[in-house]
């Protein structure tokens, strides 16, 4: 609200979208009856009173009283910024203005992308321009739910401003089918966005899984049956099965993505490998086989599925089966029992060497006398006491005593 030092005048400035309405008051605080005027920039009297001499029939009364003159303005258009002048016909006269800004919401909102199909790994570039806005937009970058950050740069044209934003993005095959949106913050207009889905490509997903037997050992003269899945973009064209580090048994038959050994032996203990590839490139999913005696009931430490990933930005996309987890804590159960074994072996040894060193001091234990210097005791010097310890006992024997 803005009033004049000392006057009874009051006006707001105005704000307006292009095209909207805007409406100018001009109110006085104490009325006594004095004609107010409205003026436009050009200080042209747009009415006196409640009587309009321009001849612009986008302005219309809206309420005339001795205490206010309202005007509105259709259409409003950047032409039609600036100050607006309020007069009051007093002695002396006074005047104040109010102030007229239009605001442009941007006309087009466009997102252009560097390839319209990506590869996984890939850092794909993305623009999205904002056209002759006023003031300059603020353009938002979202992937799905997530915010991300792009780099802005402003054009002005005349009045108006153009804002593009470029987004670097380096795209998975999670990304494949996410919205990619550009969205704009601008006082003149809400929820303005846009948006371009990925087509991410990439490489096959393998998966092996065992349809017999569906659980327990794989025993000798049982069958075995496994089935291949692989899942890519483009789908997989390209399947096969082999054994790692050795050739495939003659008797083993492989049928598309089934794999089947009517009658297990020992000689088919290895690693049966599927490969899978497509435009992108390949990946593969192992199976450990090893087989047991038809007399066998314990479930093996090592045995099954290993579906190890190619590269290590395929661990995110579940490569490793639940069986391979399975196979790892019998793994971690075996070198705790091993450990505990060894610390076991370890304190028996320590204990029974108690026992015998216990025992073998227990037999020796008592007082021993021992017959050097015997003599030495009596002699008066130190010459004495050497020549009676060499004497040994028949000197000592010698020895008398006489009571009288």
């Known amino acids: 609200?803005?009033?004049?030092?000392?006057?009874?005048?009051?006006?707001?400035?105005?704000?307006?979208?292009?095209?909207?309405?805007?409406?100018?008051?001009?109110?006085?605080?104490?009325?006594?009856?004095?004609?107010?005027?409205?003026?436009?920039?050009?200080?042209?009297?747009?009415?006196?009173?409640?009587?309009?001499?321009?001849k612009d029939s986008r302005f219309q009364l809206v309420n005339f009283s001795n205490s206010e003159l309202r005007v509105s303005l259709t259409n409003v258009s950047i032409s039609d910024e600036g100050r607006y002048f309020c007069q009051l016909y007093t002695d002396p006269p006074q005047e104040i203005y109010t102030t007229i800004t239009v605001l442009v919401p941007p006309r087009n909102l466009v997102i252009d992308i560097q390839k319209e199909i990506a590869v996984e790994g890939e850092?794909?570039?993305?623009?999205?321009?904002?056209?002759?806005?006023?003031?300059?937009?603020?353009?938002?970058?979202?992937?799905?739910?997530?915010e991300l950050t792009g780099k802005s740069e402003v054009e002005q044209w005349s009045d108006m401003y153009t804002v593009t934003s470029q987004l670097l993005l380096k795209v998975g095959r999670e990304d494949d089918g996410v919205p990619v949106i550009c969205l704009v913050d601008h006082p003149a207009v809400k929820d303005l966005q846009t948006q371009r889905y990925l087509e991410v490509m990439y490489k096959p997903q393998v998966r092996?899984?065992?349809?017999?037997?569906?659980?327990?050992l794989t025993r000798e003269g049982e069958p075995l049956e496994l089935t291949c899945a692989a899942f890519g973009k483009p789908q997989p064209t390209d399947m096969r099965w082999l054994r790692v580090d050795d050739e495939m048994p003659q008797h083993v038959v492989v049928s598309g993505s089934n794999l089947?050994?009517?009658?297990?032996?020992?000689t088919d203990n290895g690693t049966y490998r599927c490969e899978a590839s497509n435009a992108v490139g390949k990946s593969h999913a192992d199976y450990m086989l090893f087989v047991y005696d038809t007399t066998a009931t314990t479930e093996?430490?090592?045995?099954?599925?290993?579906?190890?990933?190619?590269?290590?930005?395929?661990?995110?996309?579940g490569d490793l089966s639940d069986s391979r987890a399975g196979e790892e804590g019998s793994i971690r159960s075996v070198d705790h029992a091993v450990v505990g074994g060894v610390v076991?072996?370890?304190?028996?040894?320590?204990?029974?060497?108690?026992?015998?060193?216990?025992?073998?001091?227990?037999?020796?234990?008592?007082?021993?006398?021992?017959?050097?210097?015997?003599?030495?005791?009596?002699?008066?010097?130190a010459d004495t006491a050497i020549i009676n310890a060499e004497g040994g006992q028949n000197n000592s024997e010698e020895k008398k005593e006489y009571f009288i």
């Open 300 to 317: 093996p430490a090592v045995h099954g599925f290993t579906q190890l990933p190619n590269s290590a930005e395929e661990l995110d996309y």
């Open 344 to 381: 076991a072996v370890v304190v028996f040894a320590m204990l029974c060497l108690l026992i015998i060193l216990g025992r073998y001091f227990a037999r020796h234990k008592g007082t021993y006398f021992t017959h050097e210097a015997k003599g030495a005791d009596d002699a008066a010097d």
């Open 208 to 216: 092996v899984s065992q349809n017999y037997p569906v659980q327990g």
């Open 123 to 146: 850092e794909i570039e993305l623009n999205c321009t904002a056209m002759a806005s006023r003031p300059a937009t603020t353009i938002r970058w979202f992937k799905g739910n997530k």
């Open 1 to 54: 609200m803005f009033q004049g030092d000392g006057q009874n005048l009051v006006t707001e400035d105005v704000t307006v979208v292009e095209g909207d309405v805007a409406t100018i008051s001009c109110r006085v605080k104490n009325s006594d009856d004095s004609v107010i005027q409205l003026l436009n920039p050009n200080r042209q009297t747009i009415y006196f009173r409640d009587f309009r001499p321009l």
């Open 260 to 266: 089947l050994i009517s009658n297990l032996n020992k």
